[in-house]
């Protein structure tokens, strides 16, 4: 029987949980739910030497779980190199080095491979909705660009591909597949944020922006899968 929260409805999937924040937050509270609880004096999972860590915000000193700040991510013991920071809204997320673990290291858990095609289909969403917002706002003629009938095409192509994809993932069709069979969903939603990044036009380059999400998604299909030839 499945159990109900107090409001009387069923409690949420951890791969729903982290999709709806990463739509409607941005990466780094979902990564922060995908992640979980720190494992302590443990390595962060990285297959390939690399990982990507939600940061504490500078403007959010009250935020515990990175008290080294954007400059630096570490775990008790074990410090990380912080290669690249990403200022993305929702909070800033680094890509960092990880060392080989040595005799008697311990290593997080790797993340679980259908949450994290969650997470991306929850950050392409959300780059769904602010491209639909952003077009909404850019005038053309007597209307908008929104409204133009080529690209009400391409964003109704987009989001049947996010709803597609939702309802595969939805099914349980992912659950319990290794990560090495999910290049090929993970190469679907690489596409479909591609293809918001061009109707962003060049606003969908702001490393601040859409551009740094839909690289910061792309990245953790790469560094965060054991995935043989992963680019």
Do not use: I
């Not at 990564?31 to 297959?47: D, F, I, N, S, T």
């Amino acid at each position: 029987m499945t159990p109900l929260t107090a409001s009387g409805t069923p409690p949420a999937s951890p791969g729903l949980r982290v999709r709806d924040l990463a739509r409607t937050r941005g990466t780094a509270p979902a990564l922060r739910e995908l992640l979980g609880a720190p494992v302590p004096q443990a390595l962060p999972h990285a297959p390939h030497g690399f990982a990507l860590l939600p940061l504490n915000d500078p403007e959010r000193p009250e935020d515990p779980e990175r008290p080294d700040g954007p400059k630096r991510a570490s775990a008790p013991e074990h410090p990380v190199e912080a290669l690249r920071t990403y200022p993305l809204p929702g909070g800033p997320v680094a890509l960092v080095r990880v060392p080989r673990p040595g005799p008697g290291d311990r290593r997080a858990q790797p993340f679980d491979p259908s949450a994290l095609l969650w997470l991306r289909l929850g950050l392409a969403e959300g780059l769904l909705h602010s491209c639909v917002g952003h077009l909404g706002d850019r005038p053309s003629g007597d209307s908008t660009v929104l409204l133009q009938p080529l690209v009400k095409a391409q964003l109704a192509e987009a989001a049947a591909e996010q709803a597609e994809f939702a309802a595969w993932l939805g099914g349980g069709l992912a659950d319990g597949v290794p990560a090495s069979r999910l290049r090929r969903p993970h190469d679907r939603l690489t596409r479909n944020g591609r293809a918001l990044l061009r109707l962003f036009g060049a606003h969908g380059f702001m490393a601040e922006g859409p551009g740094g999400v839909a690289h910061v998604s792309e990245l953790l299909a790469d560094v965060h899968q054991d995935v043989e030839g992963a680019r």
